[in-house]
T-cell receptor
Framework: GAVVSQHPSRVICKSGTSVKIECRSLDFQATTMFWYRQFPKKSLMLMATSNEGSKATYEQGVEKDKFLINHASLTLSTLTVTSAHPEDSSFYIC?????????????FGEGSRLTVL | KQEVTQIPAALSVPEGENLVLNCSFTDSAIYNLQWFRQDPGKGLTSLLLIQSSQREQTSGRLNASLDKSSGRSTLYIAASQPGDSATYLCAAQAGTALIFGKGTTLSVSS
């Protein structure tokens, strides 16, 4: 199947700093990418939908100025957590669509664990 | 708004048992339903995808069924093995993204 790579897999930062997480589709072009957040022992919660070349669509309750998403190319989307605080510590997972969104062809990255001290 | 519920939240079985994981969703107008496996601290591995027009999908010891009218899906695991221990997530796609349940954490003892 298609491969989605996330980097870094783990990051520890100080409170107040910004952290960038990259999501790359390695062997296909992804017109749409999704960013999810997962708290311990909880399910994945959709944060935003990212379309190449346009602004991301954020889910209700997600601060767009806090979580900056850039989908500059068909193979790369980035999530920047700005001025991170301990409550932003979480597991962030991206997924990418290979084709029509209703075909279910979604592939997930390995996730990035953010710890804010 | 689509909501996905998984029962049970946790399950422990001895090796060799057959087991069923349950998933229900509130909005039957879905494109498809997927089952994933997640190991601790890891990303997701897609197990089975059932399109809305399908009733079931099989892969090895796994069989997933879908009943859209009742808003239910089940994942059947035959002859469970310790290596099956993980969290199993179901997700329904009704719009542009997947809506996930909270998962069932399975532990298979040898």
């Amino acid at each position: 199947g298609a491969v989605v790579s996330q980097h870094p897999s783990r990051v520890i930062c100080k409170s107040g700093t910004s952290v960038k997480i990259e999501c790359r589709s390695l062997d296909f072009q992804a017109t749409t990418m999704f960013w999810y957040r997962q708290f311990p022992k909880k399910s994945l919660m959709l944060m935003a939908t990212s379309n190449e070349g346009s602004k991301a669509t954020y889910e209700q309750g997600v601060e767009k100025d806090k979580f900056l998403i850039n989908h500059a190319s068909l193979t790369l989307s980035t999530l920047t957590v700005t001025s991170a605080h301990p409550e932003d510590s979480s597991f962030y997972i991206c997924s990418a669509a290979t084709g029509a969104l209703n075909t279910g062809e979604l592939f997930f990255g390995e996730g990035s664990r953010l710890t804010v001290l | 708004k689509q909501e996905v519920t998984q029962i049970p939240a946790a399950l422990s079985v001895p090796e060799g048992e057959n087991l069923v994981l349950n998933c229900s969703f509130t909005d039957s107008a879905i494109y498809n339903l997927q089952w994933f496996r997640q190991d601790p601290g890891k990303g997701l591995t897609s197990l089975l995808l059932i399109q809305s027009s399908q009733r079931e999908q099989t892969s090895g010891r796994l069989n997933a069924s879908l009943d859209k009218s009742s808003g239910r899906s089940t994942l059947y695991i035959a002859a469970s093995q310790p290596g099956d221990s993980a969290t199993y997530l179901c997700a329904a796609q009704a719009g542009t993204a997947l809506i996930f349940g909270k998962g069932t954490t399975l532990s298979v003892s040898s």
